[in-house]
């Protein structure tokens, strides 16, 4: 199946249907027409999967997604145009361009976190780069996968977008293919394994994966408004499963306690005495994840250093929101992603400590800092590699699409986000046009050493050698 499937989506790339401005804009604009009609049915297939809020299935993932499609519609006219640059003098005279085109057969592999925004948000880029895709939903998400399966051949060209569902044997059947670029979304282990199938055909890959983010804490903030935007970007994103939701904050040994008593104000604010029946706070996608995620604390060392939240509830795949001061470093909870609700404080005795806290461990995806410092900010943008950085607040950077979004490292390989998605799918390839003028005899054989100066004239720059090159110096003997 796979193999016919690949087989059918290159015939249909071959004869061109995907490369004209107007086949891209029709299948964009049924994108945007696909998201305003079937809002409802997003939002109920995103809460049967994870109990996501409405309004968060609305602000984090249904309004990008067609914020994405409405920004690629305005720029995919000027993004298809080629790129005129400079002649070289060594090929005058001469045009040279750079030319967009789109790279053939692409596979979209998507994550179960965000699972209609990660699956349409590559989509909409590959189409706008006029390539045939298919798109693998996670099967972890199985209601939103499934509402692909049945929308998308409704609103799009189906010869030349595809979605395939299943579980590890319908993706290893996908990974055996030979595909102009694959896109994955998730974690690094499973990034390992397509990186590794796609090697063995030299094919691309983005790999958009995560790591712990950091944020540092200062002392001299507006602690409410920095506990409310950490506290929305750890718990209001999908309950700590994001990959860029902080995943441990750093601050100072004496500034934690303040730090941790406004976290308890703010929590019980946004999700009362009693947050695992709170209708804001999303669960924890299925039994196995959940049960990972209850291990980290039943280690004893772990659980002594709860302060705030721990309650669990395994009926309704809840967990509480977690605080946690100065956990052992070398437990499961610190050594790894989290993708939780636990949010470990690390101190220490001065905030410029943190800097080479952050750079001894691998690059997140984000990394975030809450100060009014101008040189600790200065210091953080300048020393911490990181997918991207944000100050004085969480998450927000991926909202703009004139910033790239992908990790470094550890973190991922590409990035996307409007025109960066179109990018991402795109080849661009170098076009020189010369005429039949202009011809040098001094790069021909025999070589003398009258041509060598000419040639070497020409590589300098030098107007002179340009002038005996194009008068035919030196003579041609017939």
């Excluded at 983010?213 to 506290?231: E, F, G, Q, T, Y």
């Amino acid at each position: 199946m796979a193999a016919t499937l690949a087989q059918d989506l290159r015939g249909s790339f071959r004869t061109g249907r995907t490369r004209p401005a107007e086949w891209r804009t029709t299948q964009l604009k049924a994108l945007v027409r696909m998201i305003e009609e079937k809002e409802d049915d997003i939002s109920d297939a995103l809460h049967a999967d994870l109990a996501k809020p409405r309004m968060e299935s609305y602000l984090h993932e249904i309004s990008l997604a067609k914020g994405a499609c409405v920004f690629a519609l305005k720029g995919l006219k000027t993004w298809m145009k080629p790129d005129k640059v400079p002649a070289a003098i060594t090929t005058f005279p001469s045009t040279a361009q750079i030319l967009p085109e789109p790279l053939g057969v692409v596979l979209v592999i998507s994550a179960w976190n965000y699972p209609f925004l990660l699956s349409i948000d590559p989509v909409i880029g590959a189409i706008a780069a006029g390539n045939a895709v298919v798109l693998k939903p996670s099967e972890v998400a199985p209601a939103t996968s499934s509402l692909f399966a049945k929308l998308l051949p409704e609103y799009v060209d189906n010869s030349c977008i595809k979605v395939v569902e299943g579980g590890v044997t319908e993706t290893t059947a996908l990974l055996d293919q030979k595909w102009d670029k694959i896109f994955y979304t998730g974690n690094g282990h499973i990034g390992r394994i397509v990186m590794a199938a796609a090697a063995k055909h030299l094919t691309p890959v983005a790999l958009e994966l995560g790591g712990k983010c950091p944020v540092i804490v200062d002392s001299n903030i507006d602690l409410h408004v920095a506990v409310k935007r950490i506290a929305v970007g750890k718990w209001g994103c999908n309950n700590g499963q994001a990959c860029i939701a902080p995943d441990y904050i750093i601050t100072t040994k004496a500034f934690a306690a303040e730090l941790v008593e406004s976290l308890k104000r703010v929590l019980v604010r946004f999700y009362g005495e009693d947050p695992l029946q709170s209708e804001d706070l999303s669960r924890i996608v299925n039994a196995s994840h959940f049960h990972r995620l209850a291990t980290l604390l039943e280690d004893k060392e772990v659980a002594a250093k709860i302060v705030l939240g721990g309650q669990i509830d395994q009926k309704l795949l809840k967990i509480a929101p977690t605080v946690l001061v100065d956990a052992p470093p070398d437990s499961r909870l610190m050594t790894g992603e989290i993708f939780g609700p636990m949010l470990p404080i690390v101190t220490v005795e001065n905030i410029e400590e943190s800097i080479e806290h952050i750079n001894a461990g691998a690059k997140p995806l984000a990394a975030y800092l809450f100060t009014k410092n101008k040189r600790l900010q200065e210091d953080f943008v300048t020393n911490i590699s990181a997918g991207g950085l944000l100050v004085n607040d969480v998450a927000l950077h991926l909202t703009n699409p004139h910033l790239p979004f992908g990790g470094v490292g550890d973190s991922g390989i590409g990035s996307y986000h409007g025109k960066f998605t179109f990018d991402c799918f795109t080849h661009r390839k170098a076009v020189l046009i010369r005429g039949f003028g202009g011809e040098a005899n001094a790069r021909y054989p025999p070589y003398t050493p009258e041509k060598q100066r000419i040639l070497r004239g020409l590589i300098k720059g030098s107007f002179f050698a340009l002038l005996l090159a194009l008068l035919g110096f030196p003579r041609e003997k017939r």
